[in-house]
T-cell receptor, first 117, second 114 residues
Framework: AQKVTQAQTEISVVEKEDVTLDCVYE???????LFWYKQPPSGELVFLIR??????QNEISGRYSWNFQKSTSSFNFTITASQVVDSAVYFCALSEAYNNAGNMLTFGGGTRLMVKP | DSGVTQTPKHLITATGQRVTLRCSPR?????VYWYQQSLDQGLQFLIHYYNGEERAKGNILERFSAQQFPDLHSELNLSSLELGDSALYFC?????????????FGQGTRLTVV
């Protein structure tokens, strides 16, 4: 069975600090997809990134970057120069490929990030 | 705006009652997924429909059921409600069932059972 662990339940930083959110996953499949979603206080789930298991290149999008390491089954998310608007709950999720359930996502417990001015 | 519409946004009802949550997927998306977010269980997959057919079930209670209609909108029916059913219910949609596409989530329906 697949499992996603986000060990950090809550992180508090001061604006402009860099912060890394950890995600560790378990799966028996060799082909799978990893996701990050953001849930701001308004409650919706906002898609941030999708990564497949064959692409271990790190990705950068503005202040966001992701580090995928298959050797440690981790898919960590770094926000550089954090801003108050980054305050949200962030979820890491895993989906195994080619199962009948398509995008059935297994979510981690989430990390609540609080960025203080 | 993800393009996925869920109604109502908020719902307050009493124990033992039945409610229906509605989801309109993004234009062109054939797959609809339902998820429940509760304090106890976190975000959990409930059920997946593709083009009107049930494709997979997750941790969905027998008191809960869903369907997807010919116009592709979906409804999640929750009956004999209990206090523990209070949660945020999300609908998501994607083009095809494959995992090579991200699912877009609606804003959720917050259900409060009193």
């Amino acid at each position: 069975a697949q499992k996603v662990t986000q060990a950090q339940t809550e992180i508090s930083v001061v604006e402009k600090e860099d912060v890394t959110l950890d995600c560790v996953y378990e799966t028996r499949d060799t082909t799978y997809y990893l996701f990050w979603y953001k849930q701001p206080p308004s409650g919706e789930l906002v898609f941030l990134i999708r990564r497949n298991s064959f692409d271990e290149q790190n990705e950068i999008s503005g202040r966001y970057s992701w580090n995928f390491q298959k050797s440690t089954s981790s898919f960590n998310f770094t926000i550089t120069a954090s801003q108050v608007v980054d305050s949200a709950v962030y979820f890491c999720a895993l989906s195994e490929a080619y199962n009948n359930a398509g995008n059935m996502l297994t979510f981690g417990g989430g990390t609540r990030l609080m960025v203080k001015p | 705006d993800s393009g996925v519409t869920q109604t109502p946004k908020h719902l307050i009802t009493a124990t033992g009652q039945r409610v229906t949550l509605r989801c309109s997927p993004r234009s062109g998306d054939l797959s609809v997924y339902w998820y429940q977010q509760s304090l106890d269980q976190g975000l959990q997959f409930l059920i997946h429909y593709y083009n009107g057919e049930e494709r997979a079930k997750g941790n969905i209670l027998e008191r809960f059921s869903a369907q997807q209609f010919p116009d592709l909108h979906s409804e999640l029916n929750l009956s004999s409600l209990e206090l523990g059913d209070s949660a945020l219910y999300f609908c998501a949609s994607s083009v095809v069932p494959g995992t090579n596409t991200e699912a877009f989530f609606g804003q959720g329906t917050r259900l409060t059972v009193v």
